[in-house]
Nanobody, 123 residues
Framework: QVQLVESGGGLVQAGGSLRLSCAASGRTFRSYAMGWFRQAPGKEREFLAAITGNDGSTDYADSVKGRFSISRDNAKNTVYLQMNSLKLEDTAVYYC????????????????WGQGTQVTVSS
């Protein structure tokens, strides 16, 4: 069982930056690949980025490639999402998720989810 807690959301002006964090419980964090998703009101949940457990390979959705960056610190059981050049359409609830095994990237199949953190981008 893995428990995930997101933090770092808030209100930011368009063009600004935020860094989201996701802290995971357990001693096998590097065994899990991690992903970030978001869901805006009235829309389906959207994949943003993923990172493998050990070698740090990454995958990004086209909508955020070049603006968002995923990273992880296995010593701190934490995964991050650095978001730059934020746009109004980035407003959403952001979720982190974990999947096993950690060596496989995926955009869809995750085993554990956090509760989400709200990101609001204003003009």
């Amino acid at each position: 069982q893995v428990q995930l807690v997101e933090s770092g959301g808030g209100l930011v002006q368009a063009g600004g930056s935020l860094r989201l964090s996701c802290a995971a419980s357990g001693r096998t964090f590097r065994s899990y690949a991690m992903g970030w998703f978001r869901q805006a009101p009235g829309k389906e949940r959207e994949f943003l980025a993923a990172i493998t457990g050990n070698d740090g390979s990454t995958d990004y959705a086209d909508s955020v490639k070049g603006r968002f960056s995923i990273s992880r610190d296995n010593a701190k059981n934490t995964v991050y999402l650095q978001m730059n050049s934020l746009k109004l359409e980035d407003t959403a609830v952001y979720y982190c998720a974990a999947r096993f095994p950690g060596a496989v990237l995926s955009r869809t199949r995750y085993d554990y989810w956090g509760q989400g953190t709200q990101v609001t981008v204003s003009s």
